[in-house]
């Protein structure tokens, strides 16, 4: 069992940068994928960003490469989405995202067998 918890959302103006950070408790953090994956009103849920158990290893969306950093803290049992140049696009529910069975970044949602319940990024134009 792994538990979830995204923080750091709120109401930006585009531009801006935000920090996303992704508390995890339970199995051993440090084993694992992880990922963030957004939703935005009327659209499916799409990945964001993935890495590696160890971090040496990230993948990215096209919309957010060179935008968007993911990171991880093993010590600290967190996840990261660094996000500079925001726009209204990013506009989206985000979501931390555990893949428990692998240890490297995985794109599409249903390899992900935790989620957190969420965070609100609104970016104003």
């Known amino acids: 069992q792994v538990q979830l918890v995204e923080s750091g959302g709120g109401l930006v103006q585009a531009g801006d940068s935000l920090r996303l950070s992704c508390a995890a408790s339970?199995?051993?953090?440090?084993?694992?994928?992880m990922g963030w994956f957004r939703q935005a009103p009327g659209k499916e849920r799409e990945f964001v960003a993935g890495i590696s158990w160890r971090g040496g290893s990230t993948r990215y969306a096209d919309s957010v490469k060179g935008r968007f950093t993911i990171y991880r803290d093993n010590a600290k049992n967190t996840v990261y989405l660094q996000m500079n140049s925001l726009n209204s696009d990013d506009t989206a529910v985000y979501y931390c995202a555990a893949a428990t069975l692998t240890r490297v970044p995985l794109l599409t949602s249903y390899e992900y067998d935790y989620w957190g319940p969420g965070t609100q990024v609104t970016v104003s134009s």
């Open positions: 339970g199995r051993t953090f440090s084993s694992y994928a």
